[in-house]
């Protein structure tokens, strides 16, 4: 089933065929949502599962647009992952379904082999259920893809797709990347968990390219403790059951009053809840690494994709913007970047000596009003030049859209990251997780 839809609706018909849908298959036992659900399941149960999952995703993505592609794949193993299906970015390569690196300008094109992630999930028992929207490049121009939390709002990027189908209960697990914040932002925005791993802790064989000092897969799932079950279904470790003190910034970054007041409440509600957490000045540190963050990006996906650039011109859309202004950076410049970040690696080893865990918020703001821009990535990027660890999980909101806590750990403290973001989910309650649709 292709779901290249062009037809939009506005809220208030997309709540109805929601509802319409979720009646639908109300009387299926077999539907499964969460990942947790799909991995206590028997294998028969997941096996019927499989085309509840296809046809709400019929139901719902004409509005949606989460999708690419959705052509279910067998597993090539069995494991623990038996016919649970996931979802794929679309610069992610798959073999026989559409890879185009959400740009026009490979509409049609046909992958030609599955990237080493996609492989190892196929392997342990995966249904690659199809391919999910990313925006072009995974930069800047935006997927068709809307938030399901509030069509009217961007579900952020790059990993539009990913996060939107996830947030919408079409698929358990997908798959994202991110080269500044195309995993935590989304996440924060559709009010879902996301969890980019440590830099060079998987495998980017068949990953589109961007910027290899900084590209690094993630995953979306709906709670942190199906992150964890996630994590160890793929025969990762999954740490222990830790009590130690956290850190979180103060002064605050530069980040929205709504994100301000809810992440001020959140500490507060975790620290009367036992949890020590102590403050830290790291917002002047976080603004210099956002800016080598983007030195080093420009630099090197101007490089990557110059030749693209000669032959495409301003077809490249937002990315040709980059490569201009990217192939004008010295390599003094890029050098000067790279041994900031080096140093900043070795300051942010020491804090989490003392403080293991970080928290910080996970986007400037909820998700902005409209589809033109994705939002701001200004609070994932520095995490992401110094290749840690960082997952996010929704903080309890009174009303509105949703807003993300991101947890930072040290680089390969990946378990570690994941079980404090379960512990506080259990410890924020019912609160913090976001209704789903």
Known sequence: MDTNFERRIDRRTFLLAMSAAATAVAADTSRLDTFSQWASASRKTRERALQPCVERIRAMDDSIQAWVQVLPQRPTGSGKLSEIPFGVKDIIETRGLATEYGSPIYKGRIGTADAAIVRELRRRGGVLLGKTQSTAFAYRTPAPTRNP????????????????????????????????????????????????????????????????????????????????AFWESMDRSTGRTEDFALAAPDPMPDVEPAMTAAFQKTVERLRGAGVAIRTIDIAGMLAKLNDAQRTIMFYE?????????????????????????????????????????????????????????????????????????????????????????????????????????????????????????????????????????
């Open 149 to 228: 939390r509030d069509l009217a709002h961007t579900p952020g990027g790059s990993s539009s797709g990913s996060a939107a189908a996830v947030a919408a209960s079409m698929v358990p697990v997908a798959l994202g990347t991110q080269t500044g914040g195309s995993v935590l932002r989304p996440a924060s925005f559709c009010g879902v968990t996301g969890f980019k791993t440590s830099y060079g802790l998987l495998s980017m064989d068949g990953v589109f390219p961007f910027a290899k000092s900084l590209d690094t897969l993630g995953f979306f799932t709906h709670t942190a403790a199906d992150m964890l």
């Open 301 to 437: 996906g101007a490089r990557f994709h110059a030749q693209r650039f000669k032959e495409y011109g301003d077809r490249l859309a937002d990315m040709a913007n980059l490569v201009r202004e990217g192939l004008q950076i010295p390599v003094a410049r890029y050098d000067e970047a790279r041994r900031y970040v080096a140093e900043c690696k070795i300051k942010v080893a020491e804090l989490y000596k003392s403080t293991p865990v970080i928290l910080v918020p996970a986007a400037t703001g909820p998700a902005p009003l409209g589809l033109t821009s994705t939002g701001d990535s200004r609070m994932n990027t520095a995490w992401t030049a110094l290749g840690t660890p960082a997952i996010t999980i929704p903080m309890p909101v009174a009303s509105g859209l949703p807003l993300g806590l991101q947890l930072t750990a040290d680089h390969g403290q990946d378990a570690r990251v994941i079980r404090t973001a379960m512990r506080l989910e259990q410890l924020l309650g019912r609160a913090a997780r976001v209704s789903r649709p």
